[in-house]
């Protein structure tokens, strides 16, 4: 097999992800399939191989190609929700890794489509890629040319007006909220199993350089992986929101000195750790609730 075989087949492979983070962004099946087309002539003219990442590479190429379609919307009519097409079809071919990424933003529906079309393009970019798909703070501000403190604000304000409409289950606080609790519990109480029951396959946590001093690796893959690391710890942890994402806190001395914060879809897909004090003092904070 060529090389130009192989990088055609791992496009295709993350085809369905890519696929639907462009649905969730245009809201219309015709231009998001125009808008993967676009990625793959991207990805043909990059020098692949000084990609490290190539999911990560193509799911924020294709966001940054839908960023700039809906900032040139205003010089047209919008194309009505519901005349859309229908939703992408994600389970065709033969998809690894991007698959379940693929079926989890599949549960979201034309409801939560409608709710994104009122986000200007950059919260909409923002949200779809961080809360939907995990992309960490720092690959988007470098797609919207944002520090990624900026585009944490950002994300923090996109979510509020989401979850103002409070009927879409997939963002509703209070069931992310659930299994957030079910996992931390978990945690405290060694039940490996269920920690990895409630976490996707590919779940991905950060951590900022001063929580992966504190024991945390940088960056961590997989469902295993992360449970392992929670299995009978989080003991010191309140529950809080963390600029709107559930989450908990650790405090010492009556001080926060770290936080989690968990992406939820049907499964927890995400999770983000911070102790940087500087950091956690532009958090918005909401302990105990």
């Given amino acids: 097999m060529s090389e130009a075989d192989r990088l055609a087949r791992r496009f295709e492979e993350n085809r369905p992800r890519l696929r639907a983070v462009a649905q969730r962004m245009l809201g219309s099946a015709a231009e998001a399939e125009d808008a993967v087309q676009d990625t793959w002539l991207r990805l043909s003219r990059a020098d692949v191989a000084a990609i490290d990442n190539l999911p990560g590479w193509l799911t924020t190429t294709v966001g940054r190609v839908c960023l700039d379609r809906l900032r040139t919307r205003t010089a047209r009519p919008e194309q009505p929700w519901n005349t859309a097409g229908p939703e992408p079809d994600l389970t065709d071919g033969d998809p690894v890794d991007p698959e379940r990424e693929a079926e989890l933003t599949e549960s979201v529906g034309r409801a939560l489509?409608?709710?994104?079309?009122?986000?200007?393009?950059?919260?909409?970019?923002?949200f779809v890629l961080h809360d939907m798909f995990a992309?960490?703070?720092?690959?988007?501000?470098?797609?919207v040319d944002r520090t990624p403190a900026a585009v944490r604000q950002i994300a923090s304000r996109a979510r509020r007006r989401v979850h103002q409409h409070g009927t879409i289950q997939e963002t509703d606080p209070a069931r992310q909220r659930r299994v957030v609790e079910a996992f931390l519990a978990a945690a405290r109480?060694?039940?490996?199993?269920?920690?990895?029951?409630l976490l996707d396959p590919h779940v991905v946590m950060r951590a900022d350089p001063v929580a992966a001093g504190l024991g945390s690796a940088a960056e961590t893959h997989g469902s295993a992986a992360i449970a392992g690391f929670f299995n009978g710890r989080a003991e010191g942890a309140l529950p809080a929101y963390v600029d709107g994402l559930p989450?908990?806190?650790?405090?010492?001395?009556?001080?926060v000195r770290l936080t989690l914060s968990f992406i939820v879809t049907d499964r927890i897909i995400g999770i983000e750790v911070v102790a940087d004090p500087a950091q956690l003092a532009t958090l918005d904070l909401?302990?105990?609730?």
């Fill in 113 to 126: 489509l409608v709710v994104l079309d009122t986000l200007a393009p950059t919260e909409r970019f923002v």
């Fill in 135 to 143: 992309i960490s703070f720092e690959e988007i501000a470098a797609v």
């Fill in 286 to 289: 909401s302990v105990g609730e």
């Fill in 189 to 197: 109480e060694g039940r490996f199993d269920e920690l990895v029951k």
């Fill in 247 to 255: 989450g908990a806190v650790v405090e010492i001395g009556g001080a």
